[in-house]
C-alpha cells in the first residue's frame, strides 16, 4: 500500500464520519436523497420512526445499495462509484450512523447496528474488496479503510 494513497483517504473517511454525526436533526423527518448515473443502479431504502435520513450517490454501473432504518435519527450516506459495488446498511435503535464509500468495483459493504449511538465508517478503494460489521449496544465505533 502506498502511503500518499492511504492518507488522503484516512482523511476523507475521518472527515466523513465527523459530517454525519454534526449534521442537524430535523424533527418528522424521513428524507432519502438518490442521485445516481451510468445505468443499471439498484436501490432500495425502508424507513419508520423519525428523523432517518439517507443519501445515495452511485455512479459507474451497476451498484446497488440496500438500507432499512428504524427508530429515530438514524443516518446513511453511501456513496459508491465504480462497477458492481454492493452496500446493505440496516440500523435499528436510535442515533445509529453509517457511512460507506466504495470507489471501484466489485466492493461489498454490510453494516448491522442496534442500539445507541453506533457509528461506523468504512472507505474501500481499489476492487474487490468486503467489509462486514455488525454492532449492538451502546456507544460502539468503527472505520474500516482498506486500498
Known amino acids: ?37 451510468g445505468n443499471n ?9 423519525q428523523r432517518q435520513r439517507v443519501s445515495i450517490t452511485q455512479r459507474g454501473r451497476g451498484n446497488l445499495s440496500l438500507n432499512t432504518q428504524d427508530g429515530a435519527r438514524n443516518r446513511v450516506s453511501v456513496g459508491q462509484s465504480g462497477c458492481g459495488n ?8 436510535r442515533r445509529n450512523i453509517a457511512g460507506v464509500s466504495q470507489i471501484g468495483c466489485r466492493n461489498d459493504a454490510t453494516v448491522t447496528q442496534g442500539g445507541r449511538r453506533n457509528a461506523v465508517g468504512v472507505i474501500q478503494h481499489g476492487s474487490g474488496n468486503t467489509a462486514n460489521t455488525t ?5 460502539n465505533v468503527v472505520l474500516i479503510i482498506q486500498d
Open 41 to 49: 443502479h439498484s436501490t432500495a431504502v425502508g424507513q419508520s420512526g
Open 1 to 37: 500500500m502506498h502511503l500518499a494513497a492511504t492518507a488522503p483517504i484516512t482523511g476523507t473517511a475521518l472527515a466523513l464520519v465527523i459530517a454525519l454525526v454534526s449534521l442537524p436533526a430535523e424533527a418528522g423527518s424521513n428524507r432519502v436523497t438518490v442521485d445516481q448515473w
Open 135 to 139: 454492532q449492538h449496544g451502546n456507544g
Open 86 to 93: 454492493v452496500a446493505d446498511t440496516d440500523q435499528g435503535g
